[in-house]
Nanobody
Framework: QVQLVESGGRLVQAGDSLRLSCAAS????????MGWFRQGLGKDREFVAG???????TYADSVKGRFTISRDSAKNTLALQMSSLKPEDTAVYYC????????????????WGKGTVVTVSS
């Protein structure tokens, strides 16, 4: 059974930094794309950051320069280092792992975690 478990979300103030972690189990993800999505209250779910099997990273424009994604394939973990947090970063953050592909694809059937809540107060 594949599981992705996020941790690290909490209430912080604007300008603070926070690190989210995702622990994967049930299968190795080193050959697959992994990433972070988020969904704010009343908003659509959106892509935040991703890292492919060759550790090439991509970011949403809204977080570029502030967030850094990384993976530890030996430990089967994913992290998101967030800095200069803004109230608009408030959301549930979800970790995803690819099922078939090493790169990001919209038609991929991702494994999803249950999310961790990040709240940024102004």
């Amino acid at each position: 059974q594949v599981q992705l478990v996020e941790s690290g979300g909490r209430l912080v103030q604007a300008g603070d930094s926070l690190r989210l972690s995702c622990a994967a189990s049930g299968r190795p993800f080193s050959a697959y794309f992994m990433g972070w999505f988020r969904q704010g209250l009343g908003k659509d779910r959106e892509f935040v950051a991703g890292i492919n099997a060759n550790e090439i990273t991509t970011y949403a424009d809204s977080v570029k320069g502030r967030f850094t994604i990384s993976r530890d394939s030996a430990k089967n973990t994913l992290a998101l280092q967030m800095s200069s947090l803004k109230p608009e970063d408030t959301a549930v953050y979800y970790c995803v792992g690819g099922r078939y592909y090493s790169n990001y694809r919209e038609d991929e059937e991702y494994f999803w975690g249950k999310g961790t809540v990040v709240t940024v107060s102004s």
